[in-house]
């Protein structure tokens, strides 16, 4: 049956968009794509929807020891991130931005991370955001993983703006299906967690589309985001990946 959507439900946008430049079509794609999420979301239904564009200068890009992440470490001698992120989160001792974002997601119903398209990935800040965030005991734990993730019950979308054509991302294209890039983001890092994972909404190429191909794939996602609660999560399984 179509799911409801959740009274007073969150839903937070994490943006991760380079400066203006050469990448400007995709970058402004992007970030109208992130004020439709607020202007769909912020009403009587949805009165936490937040749209946090990650920046260096508001928030770290990666996890290192030289910051104060972890507290003190459980084993100086031998230094392993997610051993020592585990042991701070079991003693509440994550740094405040960690535990901020954390906050986040617990309340959150469904969460869209919105980024340009990196080397078939995200952005190294929004990467840093996950390594950081989603940290064993609070995202998941073994057991405790897939569905039976910590985060089990909300919903995650990828929003993101690509650098080449939709042909060259088919199955005979030179860059290959789009879906064998979705694997480790969505099958290994979102679906490991418990999220259920919605179909992606991709815009290839704003940069070589035109002004209307690009009013198109704004209002294609505004559209979408009417009626985003009625979907069905796909089958975040080989198939759906590799399949035929």
Same mark, same amino acid.
């Given at each position: 049956?179509?799911?409801?959507?959740?009274?007073?439900?969150?839903?937070?946008?994490?943006?991760?968009?380079?400066?203006?430049?050469?990448?400007?079509?995709?970058?402004?794609?992007?970030?109208?794509?992130?004020?439709?999420?607020?202007?769909?979301?912020?009403?009587?239904?949805?009165?936490?929807?937040?749209?946090?564009?990650? /920046?260096?200068?508001?928030?770290?890009? +990666?996890?290192? #020891?030289?910051?104060?992440?972890? &507290?003190? !470490?459980?084993?100086?001698? *031998?230094?392993?991130?997610?051993?020592?992120?585990?042991?701070?989160?079991?003693?509440?001792?994550?740094?405040?931005?960690?535990?901020?974002?954390?906050?986040?997601?617990?309340?959150?119903?469904?969460?869209?991370?919105?980024?340009?398209?990196?080397?078939?990935?995200?952005?190294?800040?929004?990467?840093?955001?996950?390594?950081?965030?989603?940290?064993?005991?609070?995202?998941?734990?073994?057991?405790?993983?897939?569905?039976?993730?910590?985060?089990?019950?909300?919903?995650?979308?990828?929003?993101?703006?690509?650098?080449?054509?939709?042909?060259?991302?088919?199955? /005979?294209?030179?860059?290959?299906?789009? +879906?064998?890039? #979705?694997?480790?983001?969505?099958? &290994?890092? !979102?679906?490991?967690?418990? *999220?259920?994972?919605?179909?992606?909404?991709?815009?290839?190429?704003?940069?070589?589309?035109?002004?209307?191909?690009?009013?198109?794939?704004?209002?294609?996602?505004?559209?979408?985001?009417?009626?985003?609660?009625?979907?069905?999560?796909?089958?975040?399984?080989?198939?759906?990946?590799?399949?035929?």
């Amino acid at each position: 049956q179509p799911r409801a959507q959740p009274t007073g439900s969150s839903v937070p946008g994490l943006t991760a968009d380079p400066p203006p430049g050469r990448t400007q079509r995709r970058t402004s794609i992007s970030q109208e794509h992130g004020r439709l999420v607020l202007l769909s979301f912020n009403h009587r239904d949805a009165p936490f929807a937040l749209v946090e564009g990650l /920046t260096p200068r508001s928030w770290a890009p +990666r996890a290192v #020891l030289s910051r104060p992440d972890l &507290g003190a !470490l459980s084993n100086p001698s *031998f230094f392993n991130y997610g051993v020592e992120s585990h042991e701070a989160y079991r003693r509440k001792a994550l740094s405040s931005d960690i535990v901020e974002e954390q906050k986040k997601l617990q309340e959150a119903d469904l969460v869209i991370f919105q980024f340009p398209l990196y080397w078939f990935s995200v952005p190294a800040i929004l990467k840093g955001w996950m390594d950081r965030v989603l940290c064993q005991g609070f995202a998941f734990d073994f057991p405790g993983f897939y569905d039976d993730g910590f985060l089990k019950g909300k919903l995650a979308v990828l929003s993101f703006t690509t650098g080449g054509t939709a042909e060259m991302y088919s199955k /005979t294209g030179v860059r290959g299906d789009f +879906r064998y890039f #979705l694997w480790p983001l969505q099958h &290994g890092t !979102l679906h490991f967690c418990g *999220f259920k994972v919605l179909a992606p909404q991709v815009s290839f190429g704003p940069e070589y589309a035109s002004e209307e191909e690009r009013r198109g794939m704004v209002a294609a996602w505004a559209q979408r985001l009417k009626t985003i609660w009625e979907e069905e999560p796909i089958d975040c399984s080989p198939p759906w990946y590799f399949g035929p």
